[in-house]
């Protein structure tokens, strides 16, 4: 369908509103973050990079830095392998309460955050087990698993299952149907989930506030400092390194799942190619 000129012009004011609206706040806190006053007030008339030191030099956030990207990296690997294994699991065989078990995995994103927070405090306190960074990274893996689950079954449906026949027709072993024809077909989805899912569990906050105990995670120093009405210029470059960290892997998961064709080679059989997204 062909769009006049008029109507393009109006979709893409509306668009560039829509962006504005969605980026300008952020953008006001990247300029403060170079603003040298502590006081911020509009226009700034003094530039500085100064905070972008104060905050890597302060312990207290390169502690909370390496905190958050421990628990995002552990448990990014451990819902990785159990949304892999559970989204397999549920394209592959049909069995009595399926649509349950959907239902439930998505739970933890559908929930308000300040619930699952909550009765996994509960469950912790109920066994004994004290906050720490093990308990952030089984409250992150619950809602991270959700994200690489619905990516990896999404392309496993979209995936056609002719390659994955011819494969064991022309006689490969199981592992090497996986590792030589279903795994290229779905490793974009794996890594751009892996990646969302880590981007999930950095910037979480609710889930974290119940789970960490006296710990700090970088979006709780943040919240803290911000609460307290202290060190918000520091906040400012603090936050500004966080967007830019956390651009990179929701880019590189936008390219990959922005569609590419993906080939699958049995051993003994001609080269195959599938688009990504068929």
């Not at 700034?44 to 302060?58: E, M, R, Y």
């Not at 390169?62 to 451990?78: E, P, Q």
């Not at 929930?111 to 093990?134: D, E, M, W």
């Not at 960290?245 to 051993?267: I, K």
Request: hydrophobic share 55%.
């Amino acid at each position: 369908m062909r769009l006049s000129a008029p109507s393009r012009w109006a979709l893409g004011l509306w668009s560039a509103l829509v962006v504005g609206f969605l980026v300008l706040p952020l953008g006001v806190i990247v300029l403060f973050a170079f603003d040298a006053s502590n006081v911020q007030t509009f226009p700034i008339t003094h530039w500085t990079t100064h905070w972008f030191s104060v905050a890597w030099n302060d312990p207290s956030v390169r502690s909370a830095f390496w905190l958050s990207v421990k628990a995002g990296v552990f448990a990014t690997l451990i819902a990785l392998v159990l949304g892999t294994l559970v989204a397999f699991g549920l394209h592959r065989f049909s069995f009595f309460g399926r649509g349950t078990v959907s239902l439930l995995l998505v739970l933890p994103i559908a929930l308000p955050g300040i619930v699952t927070g909550l009765a996994l405090q509960s469950a912790f306190n109920l066994v004994g087990i004290q906050l720490s960074l093990y308990t952030i990274i089984i409250g992150h893996t619950t809602f991270c698993i959700v994200v690489i689950f619905n990516n990896v079954i999404a392309r496993l449906r979209r995936t056609s299952t002719s390659l994955i026949e011819a494969s064991s027709d022309l006689g490969a072993t199981p592992l090497q149907t996986f590792r030589l024809v279903t795994f290229p077909m779905i490793r974009t989805a794996i890594i751009s989930g892996a990646l969302l899912a880590f981007a999930l569990s950095f910037d979480e906050v609710i889930v974290t506030t119940f789970t960490a105990g006296a710990q700090n995670t970088l979006p709780l120093w943040i919240f803290g400092a911000i609460r307290l009405g202290q060190q918000l210029p520091e906040v400012n470059a603090v936050v500004t390194f966080v967007l830019l960290l956390m651009s990179v892997p929701l880019l590189v998961a936008a390219r990959l799942t922005g569609g590419e064709r993906v080939s699958a080679t049995v051993r003994g059989a001609p080269r195959l190619q599938l688009p990504a997204g068929e």
